[in-house]
């Protein structure tokens, strides 16, 4: 049979059936680079999960240490950002820690005054000399407090005002019945909010009222639950409760330590 000098040139090549010419397999170099190539990426793979069980360790042993320091019933959220945090459980430091925590009692004080919802961020976090202690870099903090629990502390029912920085604050007195004043908000010295500036919706106080609102409002309100070393910096009113946001630097935490 007569093959051309074409045909001859492609005699024991694989043929590819769609029509687009001759190819060839693989060669060695190709097989060796996607050998490296999956490896290389299992490789990743287990590096992050490793790196992601070694952080969520770290998790868990801040939110116990901070369960504990602060009281709370429920087990703060806690999340350690950047990575590999390997490297930074290595060097015994972490680069950013953010919490959350809920429900936070003030026990001890004339008005307790407990926080709603406390959120912390913590840069340059670590493992403190003594047992139990952690120090931080540097903090930022909000401490939520609703108004259902700002009434129960202050005996009057405290609401948010028509304008910023200010609450109404609702008693109910004898023959008059509800009576509504609004209030300024502010930041005092020693981690303390302040009630100032009283306003009634109409007329006059009371005598009978003033008196009940001075029981109240006139004593700035401490925030002892909040870790020591935090000062309190400014204060703002929101939809359901005010906001108090707090700042530190060098801030060591203790279990079952306080501000105040």
Known sequence: MYRSQ??????????????????????????RLILVAASLAALLVGAVTVDRVAAGRAESRTAQAFQDGMGTVD???????????????????????????????????TRPLPVTRLTVGMDGLKASGSAGEAHARSVEATAHLSYADVSSALGVEVSRGDGAGRVDATATLPLAGDVTVSAAVSAESGNRIAFTDLRAERGDLLPPLKALLDKALDEPVPLRNVPQGLRLRAVTTTEDGIDARF???????????SSG
Not at 7 to 31: A, F, N, W
Not at 81 to 98: C, E, I, K
Request: charged share 20%; proline share 10%.
């Open 6 to 31: 074409h045909d001859q040139e492609y005699v024991g090549e694989p043929y590819c059936g769609d029509g687009s010419g001759y190819g060839r397999p693989p060669t060695r170099t190709r097989r």
């Open 75 to 109: 087990r703060p959220s806690v999340h350690v950002s950047g990575f590999p945090v390997l490297t930074q459980l290595a060097r015994g430091s972490l680069d950013h820690v953010d919490l959350t925590a809920h429900d936070i009692p003030a026990n001890g004080t």
């Open 247 to 257: 700042t530190g630097h060098s801030v060591t935490f203790r279990p079952e330590s």
